[in-house]
């Protein structure tokens, strides 16, 4: 079975600084994907960034990108210039690719992330 | 585009009451959805997933009897929490995937938040 760990229950940062969330996870799958998604106070889940496992380059989105290390089954996330607007909670999830039809995620604990201005 | 909603955003109800959350993809096709649990401060759990016109796949540990599932059209599927207990009380997401998108594409509703009195 598949597993995403999030070490972090709560991190903050101030503005304009940089933060790295972390996240592991655990499987037998060489194929797959990772994902971050964010859910601020509103509670609408949005999509951060996703990583599938076959490319080697990290992905990025603005300020958001990632350090995905396959090796050691590791999918961090780092936000650069950190924003009021980042304050949300933060979720690492996988999704075997064999799954990609069914759609099933893994969701990690979550951290809750807070941009102090 | 790609936007969910779902309603109501929040319900009060009796003990044994019955409540029906309704998921809804408001500007495309979703050929499957999926519905999850979140409890305070914790992860989301994917309880079901259903597609247009066939039977609900639930996870393992998840009453079907308990949370029926209803995807009747290509743009709703909604979940019934029958004779609620105040253990159900709860925030239920649903997600949904767009037809002719794989499934690692999932657009996420605002959520319900379920409080069985």
């Known amino acids: 079975a598949q597993t995403v760990t999030q070490s972090q229950p709560e991190m903050s940062v101030q503005e304009a600084e940089t933060v790295t969330l972390s996240c592991t996870y655990d499987?037998?799958?060489?194929?797959?994907?990772l994902f971050w998604y964010k859910q601020p106070p509103s509670r609408q889940m949005i999509l951060v960034i996703r990583?599938?496992?076959?490319?080697?380059q990290n992905a990025t989105e603005n300020r958001f990108s990632v350090n995905f290390q396959k090796a050691a089954k590791s999918f961090s996330l780092k936000i650069s210039d950190s924003q009021l607007g980042d304050t949300a909670m933060y979720f690492c999830a996988f999704m075997k690719q064999t799954d990609s039809n069914t759609g099933k995620l893994i969701f990690g604990q979550g951290t809750t992330l807070q941009v102090k201005p | 585009g790609a936007v969910v909603s779902q309603h109501p955003s929040w319900v009060i109800c009796k003990s044994g009451t019955s409540v029906k959350i309704e998921c809804r993809s408001l500007d495309f096709q979703a050929t499957t959805m999926f519905w999850y649990r979140q409890f305070p401060k914790q992860s989301l759990m994917l309880m079901a997933t259903?597609?247009?016109?066939?039977?609900?796949?639930?996870e393992q540990g998840v009453e079907k009897d308990k949370f029926l599932i209803n995807h009747a059209s290509l743009t709703l599927s909604t979940l019934t929490v029958t004779s609620a207990h105040p253990e159900d009380s709860s925030f239920y997401i649903c997600s949904a995937r767009r037809a002719g998108q794989g499934a690692k594409t999932q657009y996420f509703g605002p959520g319900t938040r379920l409080l069985v009195l």
């Open positions: 990583q599938e496992a076959y490319k080697q």
């Open positions: 259903s597609n247009e016109g066939s039977k609900a796949t639930y």
């Open positions: 499987t037998s799958e060489n194929n797959y994907y």
